[in-house]
C-alpha cells in the first residue's frame, strides 16, 4: 500500500510540475521561474514544446493525472491486495521515462538548454518506476484472478 | 485493519495539503507576475529555437538608401517617431523605391509590457498588417503600458486594424515570434546600442533621431549620388 501512497504523492507532484509549464507555454504565467541563463524559457519556446499541435506539457499533466488516478484506485480497499494497479503504474511510469529521455535528449543534444522544471519531471517518473518496480517485487498477499 | 484506514487517512491529509500548497503556489506565479515575458540580456548563446534575425521591412530591397531602426513599444521617442514621422515616411518616401525601411525589436528590460507588445507586432505581421499594429501600440501606449493584463487591449488594437481575431489571439497566446524578437534584440545588442529608437542608414549609426525633412532630403540627394550600401 505504501508504494502506491508514494506513486500517488509523486504523481500529484509531477501533475503540478507539468500544469506550471503548461500554463507558462499557454500564457497564462508571465514569466517562469528557472535556475541559470533562460534554459527553462529556450526549452519552452522552442518549436519542440509542442507535439502534434499540442504544448508538450499538456502530455506531461494528461499521464500524471492517470497515474495519480490509477494509485488512487489502488488504494481502494477492494485494490490494496491486489497487484493490477501497481502493474499499470510501473507500465504507464515506463513510457514516461522513455518520454522523459526523449525530451532531456532534445534539451541537450537539439536545443543546448536545460528546463529546471522538465528535468523535474522526468526525476518524479523516475520515481514513480522505481517505487512501482520495488512494489511489484514484493509478494502480494492477493491471489490473481 | 484499524491502522490501515488511519495510515490512509493521513495519507490523504498529506496529499490535500500537497495539491494545496501546490495549487497556491502556481496561482501565486500567476498573479503575482506584470511582465508577460522576459527580455533575456544574455546574448552570447545560440539564439532561442535557433531563430534568425528578421525585421519588418517596407520599400524594395534595391533602394539605394536603408534605414534601420531599432525601437521599443514602451519607448516614448519611439512612440513620437512613429507617430508624428513614420506615417509621412510611408506615403511619400517609400513610394519613391530609393528608401527601404527595416525596423527591428529592441525591447528593453525594465518595460514589462514592451515584450507582448513586440510580440503583438510580429503577430500582426503574420497577417501582413505590421505597421498598422506598429501605429496601433504607438498611438495608443499610454493605455497599455502600465496595465497588469495588456493582453486584452491590444486584442482590441488587432481587432480594429482587422486583423483575424482567432489566429492573432492564438499567436498571442503561444508567444509566437518571441524568438525571433530575441533574436532581433541580440543584432542591436551585439552593436551596443545605447537606447531606442536608434537609427542606421545603410549601416552607419545616425547620432540622433531624424525628423521627416532630413530624410527627405536624403532620399533626393539620393537621385545625383546614390551612396554606398554597407548594410
Redesign the interface.
Known sequence: MRHRMTAATLALVGLLDSTYLLLYKLGVLGTIKCVGSGGCERVNLSRYSSLLGMPTAAYGVAGYVILLAVALYGLRPDQVDRPHATRWLARLSALGVLFSIYLLSLELFVIHAVCLWCSVSGVVILAILVVSVAGLARPSRAPEP | MAE?GR??RN?YI??GA??LV??G??IR??TG??????V?A?CS??P??AAVAQGHALGPDSAPLQVTEYADFECPACARFAIVTMPDVIQRLIPSGKLRWVWLDYPLGQHVNSPIAHVAAACAADQGRFWEMEYALYSHQDDWFEDRNP?SKIRDYAKSIGLQADSFRVC????RH??TIQANRCTGEKLALEGTPTFFLNGRLLTYTPAFDDLSRMVDSVGAKAPARAK
Do not use: M, N, Q, Y
Not at chain 2, 507576475?33 to 522576459?38: A, G
Open positions: 490501515a495510515s490512509l495519507f498529506v496529499l500537497v495539491a501546490g495549487i503556489l502556481i506565479a500567476a507576475t506584470k511582465s508577460p515575458l522576459l533575456s544574455d548563446g545560440p532561442l529555437g493582453d498571442l497566446t503561444e508567444r518571441w524568438a
